[in-house]
């Protein structure tokens, strides 16, 4: 009796089956909906990562761009520092052989210097000799004068007295006229020492000129 009771007919197993079905179909549908509210972020999640690996690509191929011509503007940048290099040797180079050139000016300069110094000395010896040179030419001046004035009253003279008077005049005023000839021949030489001396004052002149 007891087992007769526990045992279920095909109308009772094809009843629990179509309540399975139906609480499976429930729970299908509840876990579609489930399943859909949480893909549905994810989705978005995804398009959204899409979008930004799209940008991100974007991005990159401008980076590229970018980087390509950064490598392009380094090369030029070598290019024109290795010529800058080189222009700044050359640069060296040639300030080197300007100081070179420098010291050398300077030594002659100072060279210069001690060549002026003493044409310096030497004019102001020469302008002494000038200053005392024209003294003596005035002092000469000054006793050819007088001799002049003599020689003069002695031809008037001549002209009124006698022979024997003539004897007495020649024997007193001949030594007169012997320095009157040595006077001349003095003041001759003097002059010629003065053009001498103005011919070297006028080269001595020429060359401080230079100088200058």
Do not use: W
């Not at 978005?44 to 974007?58: A, G, N, P, T, W």
């Not at 080197?96 to 300077?106: I, Y």
């Not at 006229?177 to 040595?182: I, L, M, N, V």
């Amino acid at each position: 009796m007891e087992c007769d009771e526990m045992t279920l007919t095909n109308e009772d197993l094809s009843a629990i089956a179509q309540l399975m079905d139906t609480k499976l179909s429930e729970l299908d549908a509840k876990f579609d909906v489930k399943l859909e509210k949480n893909i549905q972020p994810l989705r978005q999640d995804i398009r959204s990562l899409k979008e930004e690996v799209s940008e991100l690509r974007q991005d990159v191929s401008v980076l590229k761009k970018e980087v390509t011509i950064l490598k392009e503007d380094v090369s030029a940048l070598k290019q024109d520092v290795s010529v800058l290099k080189q222009d700044v040797s050359v640069l060296k180079q040639d300030v080197s052989a300007l100081k070179q050139d420098v010291s050398v000016l300077k030594q002659d300069v100072s060279a210069l210097k001690l060549k002026v110094a003493t044409l310096e000395k030497d004019i102001s010896a020469l302008k002494q000799d000038v200053s005392v040179l024209k003294l003596k030419v005035s002092a000469l001046e000054k006793e050819v004068d007088n001799l002049k004035q003599g020689l003069s009253h002695i031809s008037l003279h001549l002209e009124n007295v006698t022979d024997k008077q003539l004897q007495i005049l020649a024997e007193n005023y001949l030594p007169a006229a012997k320095r009157f000839t040595e006077a001349v021949s003095q003041i001759e030489e003097l002059q010629n020492d003065n053009k001498i001396i103005k011919q070297v004052l006028a080269k001595h002149s020429e060359i401080l000129q230079g100088f200058a």
